[in-house]
């Protein structure tokens, strides 16, 4: 573990805890500008647009269960499973994987089978 290790876990620590508890503000924090989330189902260049559905999304967690967690200088990977309330996705593992610059996150890549989530999206967007 090289000597940054610890600061980039704190911060994924950080972001990963404010995000499931849905504090957006501290969420924030931990971001740089520029910034760049993508995932199976978005895309975005904002902080702030990446966690505008955070409530909706939290509205069907009921758990999350982090599994393991990989730290280096300039970037990190968590994998875990969120459960939720939705029949048809149950427990979805994922993968994140984060980039740093300056000691903030400056990407997210989201990982994850997004199958039964278009399923569920379409149910819930209006035509």
């Excluded at 600061?7 to 805890?17: P, S």
């Excluded at 508890?21 to 989330?37: N, S, Y």
Aim: zero cysteines; aromatic letters at 8%; a negative charge.
């Amino acid at each position: 573990m090289t000597r940054a290790a610890p600061t980039t876990r704190a911060t994924v620590r950080a972001y990963h805890q404010a995000r499931f508890r849905g504090d957006i503000p501290a969420a924030v924090r931990t971001l740089a500008e520029p910034f760049h989330f993508q995932s199976p189902l978005l895309t975005s260049d904002s902080p702030h647009h990446h966690l505008s559905g955070l409530d909706s999304f939290l509205g069907i967690v009921s758990g999350v269960d982090l599994i393991s967690e990989l730290y280096g200088e300039s970037e990190a990977i968590l994998l875990y499973d969120v459960h939720t309330s939705v029949s048809a996705i149950g427990t979805q593992r994922t993968a994140e994987h984060f980039h740093f610059t300056d000691g903030r996150i400056d990407t997210i890549r989201l990982i994850f089978d997004a199958t039964a989530w278009h399923d569920v999206m379409r149910a819930v967007t209006p035509p």
